[in-house]
């Protein structure tokens, strides 16, 4: 009778979840088309075609990023705002990079209520928002961003304040999902695939950039440096005279008197001649390319002789150099130290015991990328991790699941293939050896050929070497690194057209050579 009473208790508590999770405050699956639910931005620079497309090798649906290097803009208004300030919130996505990601983001804006009249078809990089949540990738930049937009109640302007140390995007091509948890407790979590990666405090200073919280003084911009203020810890001494023997035009080196030149000197040999096997082209133009020249090659003679042309005594280092001289340094009797300007109360300064956040009354996505192929799906925002939890399990893990046993299979492919032809996989190797060796070499010698030696005479020593606006952009940070993708996106075209001109020969003149 207990047993069934618990087995009873036990389908009731599953039922309840499976309620509960059924009914998140936002979720969207894209398995019904977007349009109509979804405004697709009018502004002139989003060229970028979203598409509802299945995810490669599954039969679920997502919204897509259709083409290579264009910006995109796409919201989805919220029937009631959600409200951050109590409880529990979730934010949650999932995204797939099918082709990487090499330079772009595939992050979500949480959009902030707008004016009256605001049109969802105006949205673009300037519409304010309150958290921007989600993975971005360019050249030093590979973070999973966590931004939050702040007003200040002393100044009334909101400020970008970013997640330090933010947790990096998976190199992989899989599908994962993307979750911030946020407590009532000011904790926020950050989780890749349902595990903890990042874990932080929204009011303190070591967790995010600026703090939440300014600081309660400031260096006062008034203050100015007093004109006697000294600060050289050292001072050349004044009492110190210049030595009688001291010669300042004594040279570095001088000529060795003592070499005497080698036995078999080819004086009267180049050490360059015209290449005797070199003939003028038939269609050089004398007009047009100038008068033809032979090109030089090394005097063989020279190869076998100490050397060739006019023999000159070696330098050697002069006994007599010291070079100029200077006092020798002392303490200085009026050093302060470094000055400082004096610290005043910030005006910008405020308490805070919980960030007065901004409710979320849309959900954008506005991003620049030179990669097509990214797959958004599942975005929610629940107030219950569970139904987070529920989520994931339910729609991403049977994914990813069936997306890691085919690279297994891949990679076991790739074996047997090796096993059955050993000559591909004895080239592949000697390839990576060869890669990795050559990569290695420049880091420890340099990518430059060094010049050839010159033989010596007489070995000769060298000396000694003795805040954003109430109108909310999406900041200065997230814009730089946008513009760094466009001038990565202008960086290869160049390269492409560098290209193309480097493949048409033209015939060179003599003096180009």
């Known amino acids: 009778m207990m047993g069934g009473r618990a087995l009873l208790l036990l389908l009731v508590s599953a039922l309840l979840v499976q309620i509960r999770a059924s009914d998140p405050l936002l979720y969207e699956s894209f398995d019904e088309d977007f349009e109509g639910r979804w405004v697709v931005s009018k502004k002139d620079e989003y060229q970028g075609v979203w598409k509802r497309a299945k995810s490669d090798g599954h039969e679920d649906y997502g919204l897509l990023v259709s083409e290579k290097a264009r910006k995109y803009a796409i919201i989805k208004e919220l029937e009631e705002p959600v409200t951050l300030k109590d409880g529990t919130v979730v934010l949650q996505f999932e995204v797939r990079l099918q082709n990487g990601l090499e330079c772009g983001g595939a992050y979500i804006k949480y959009i902030r209520p707008q004016e009256a009249g605001w049109d969802a078809k105006e949205f673009d990089n300037e519409t304010p928002y309150t958290i921007m949540f989600g993975p971005d990738k360019c050249g030093s930049t590979n973070k999973v961003h966590f931004i939050l937009k702040h007003k200040n109640p002393k100044t009334g302007k909101y400020v ?37 990666k990042k874990k932080a405090n929204f009011l303190s200073a070591d967790d995010f950039e600026p703090a939440l919280i300014p600081s309660k003084t400031i260096p006062d911009p008034d203050d100015k440096k007093p004109e006697d203020w000294d600060e050289r810890a050292k001072i050349p001494d004044p009492n110190a005279v ?42 050089w133009d004398d007009e047009e390319d100038g008068e033809w020249e032979a090109p030089k090659i090394d005097n063989p003679k020279c190869e076998e002789a100490p050397g060739c042309g006019e023999w000159k005594r070696p330098m050697k280092q002069n006994p007599a150099y010291k070079g100029k001289w200077h006092a020798p340094l002392i303490d200085n009797p009026n050093y302060k130290g470094i000055w400082k300007p004096q610290e005043i109360p910030n005006p910008e300064y405020f308490e805070l015991d919980k960030p007065d956040f901004d409710p979320i009354a849309a959900v954008g996505i506005e991003i620049w990328t030179m990669q097509d192929g990214i797959l958004f799906d599942n975005i929610l925002i629940a107030d219950d991790e569970k139904v987070a ?45 060869v890669v990795f060796v050559t990569v290695l070499f420049r880091i420890l010698f340099g990518g430059k050929k060094p010049a050839a030696p010159v033989k010596p005479v007489v070995e000769a020593k060298k000396p000694k070497a003795t805040e954003t606006d109430g109108a909310g952009s999406s900041g200065d940070k997230v814009e730089k690194e946008d513009d760094e993708k466009e001038e990565t996106g202008d960086k290869v075209e160049k390269e492409e057209d560098e290209k193309e001109e480097t493949a048409a020969p033209r015939r060179r003149s003599r003096r180009e050579t």
Do not use: C
Not at 419 to 424: A, D, G, L, R, S
């Open 160 to 196: 970008e304040h970013h997640l330090k140390f933010p947790p990096s995007v998976p190199y992989d091509k899989l599908s994962h999902v993307y979750t911030a948890i946020m407590k009532p407790d000011n904790e926020v979590r950050i989780l890749i695939d349902g595990e903890e």
């Open 389 to 433: 939890t529920f989520i994931l399990e339910k729609t991403w893990k049977p994914k990813y699941e069936v997306e890691k046993e085919k690279e297994k299979t891949k990679i076991i492919d790739v074996i047997e293939k090796g096993e059955k032809q050993p000559n591909i996989t004895i080239g592949i190797l000697v390839s990576v050896v």
């Open 242 to 283: 210049k030595p009688d023997d001291w010669d300042e035009d004594a040279p570095m080196e001088i000529e060795d008197v003592e070499a005497t030149k080698p036995e078999g000197w080819l004086d009267d040999e180049p050490e360059e001649i015209d290449d005797p096997e070199a003939s003028k082209p038939e269609d």
